[in-house]
Nanobody, 133 residues
Framework: QAQIVQSGGGLVQPGGSLRLSCTAS????????VGWFRQAPGKEYEGVSC????????????YYAVTVEGRFTVSRDDAKNTVNLQMNDLPSEDTATYYC??????????????????????WGQGTQVTVSS
C-alpha cells in the first residue's frame, strides 16, 4: 500500500532548528513533485516549499514561500526515498502542523504549492512543530 510517513518535528525554542522528513513506501518519490504544507489554528493553509521530480521528467525546480525563504531548505535523498525540510531560525509564527504531499509533476512548483489539498493524491500523516520558549 502506497503511503508516506513523516518524521521529525517537535518543540523548539525561537531561533532554533528542526528537520522534517517525508519517506514513501510502495512508490518512488523521485517521480513526484513533493511539497511541504502547513496549517495553524486560525491561519490559512500554506504551501511553504515544493520540489519538483528528480527523475528527469521535470526541471527539478524548488519553490519557497516568501514567509520561509532563506530559512527553510528542501532536499531529496532518492536513495532513501525521502524528502527533507530543514527549518532554521524558527520564530513562533512557524508553529503549525506540517504535512508532506506528493503529486505527479504536472505543475510548476509554485503552482503546486498553491494547489488545493483535494488535488494532492498522497499525504503524510502530519507532524506538529511548536516554536515556543
Amino acid at each position: 500500500q502506497a503511503q508516506i510517513v513523516q518524521s521529525g518535528g517537535g518543540l523548539v525554542q525561537p531561533g532554533g532548528s528542526l528537520r522534517l522528513s517525508c519517506t514513501a513506501s510502495a512508490f518512488s518519490l523521485k517521480h513526484y513533485a513533493v511539497g511541504w504544507f502547513r496549517q495553524a489554528p486560525g491561519k490559512e493553509y500554506e504551501g511553504v516549499s515544493c520540489i519538483n521530480s528528480s527523475d528527469g521528467s521535470s526541471d527539478g525546480s524548488i519553490y519557497y514561500a516568501v514567509t520561509v525563504e532563506g530559512r527553510f531548505t528542501v532536499s531529496r535523498d532518492d536513495a532513501k526515498n525521502t524528502v527533507n525540510l530543514q527549518m532554521n531560525d524558527l520564530p513562533s509564527e512557524d508553529t503549525a502542523t506540517y504535512y508532506c504531499g506528493a503529486l505527479p509533476p504536472t505543475l510548476t512548483t509554485e503552482r503546486f504549492c498553491g494547489v488545493a489539498p483535494r488535488h494532492i493524491g498522497h499525504w503524510g500523516q502530519g507532524t506538529q512543530v511548536t516554536v515556543s520558549s
